[in-house]
């Protein structure tokens, strides 16, 4: 089993900065891949950012050149950086790890990130 926590979620202005990290406990190897979706209200998820066991990036248009996603394997541990954040960022973001072995996917909780005007 793996368990993902997120936090760092929070109320902001437009243009502030936020980071988010998520803790993964569990059976997690350093091959499975993490990241970072999130979902506002009526809308599906989506993905904001993500990183493969070999450090191979992907990033939503959207975020590309504001957002950065990073991970300490020996703390199990991934974070999203948040800069230059918009009204339009505002969801709840939640931590994503897929499996190498079988892409079963986990998911944690959610932290709530709003960008007020």
């Known amino acids: 089993q793996v368990q993902l926590v997120e936090s760092g979620g929070g109320l902001v202005q437009a243009g502030g900065s936020l980071r988010l990290s998520c803790a993964a406990s569990?059976?997690?190897?350093?091959?499975?891949?993490m990241g970072w979706y999130r979902q506002a209200p009526g809308k599906q998820r989506e993905l904001v950012a993500s990183?493969?066991?070999?450090?191979?990036?992907n990033y939503a248009d959207s975020a590309k050149g504001r957002f950065t996603i990073s991970r300490d394997n020996a703390k199990n541990t991934v974070y999203l950086q948040m800069n230059s954040l918009k009204p339009e960022d505002t969801s709840v973001y939640y931590c994503?790890?897929?499996?190498?072995?079988?892409?079963?996917?986990?998911w944690g909780q959610g932290t709530q990130v709003t960008v007020s005007s």
């Open positions: 569990g059976s997690i190897f350093g091959i499975d891949s």
């Open positions: 994503n790890l897929q499996t190498a072995w079988d892409l079963k996917n986990y």
């Open positions: 990183m493969a066991g070999d450090g191979t990036t």
